[in-house]
């Protein structure tokens, strides 16, 4: 059922279509990965799985905020679905906003939704090399 006044899917599947995106595939620690990266204004999306669906989404923002009359940013990350005992999804959550605030782009958060093999979410080497490979596409 549509809400009165809000956008058809076919109207939000049409804008993200629009949107810049990149699409592709590597090598994880010898699994095949996914990943998917899309830019909105302030913000981006990025979708990285193993298992073919999102069982982990993480947001990870920067503001501004003024201290003593200085300028200062501070970055927090929430998880929003899947476990809260697994370290390294906000890890790499954190790492890939904090190369993506260093350019000169707009961009202030990035939600990050994970599909990592269960038997691979305590290894750091696979979260390092997925911040990794998303840092060289971006």
């Not at 629009?18 to 996914?34: H, I, K, Y």
């Amino acid at each position: 059922r549509r809400v009165h006044g809000g956008p058809s899917a076919g109207a939000v599947f049409e804008l993200m279509a629009a949107l810049p995106q990149s699409q592709f595939v590597a090598d994880v620690c010898g699994v095949r990965t996914e990943f998917v990266i899309t830019h909105f204004k302030n913000r981006l999306f990025v979708v990285v799985t193993q298992i073919g669906k999102i069982s982990s989404l993480i947001l990870a923002e920067t503001e501004a905020k003024s201290v003593s009359g200085e300028l200062n940013s501070a970055s927090t990350t929430r998880i929003l679905l899947g476990p809260r005992n697994h370290a390294y999804l906000e890890l790499c959550a954190q790492a890939i906003l904090k190369h993506i605030t260093q350019k000169p782009r707009s961009v202030q958060s990035v939600l990050v939704g994970f599909g990592i093999k269960l038997e691979l979410l305590d290894d750091k080497s696979v979260f390092q090399t997925i911040s990794e490979i998303i840092q060289q596409q971006l």
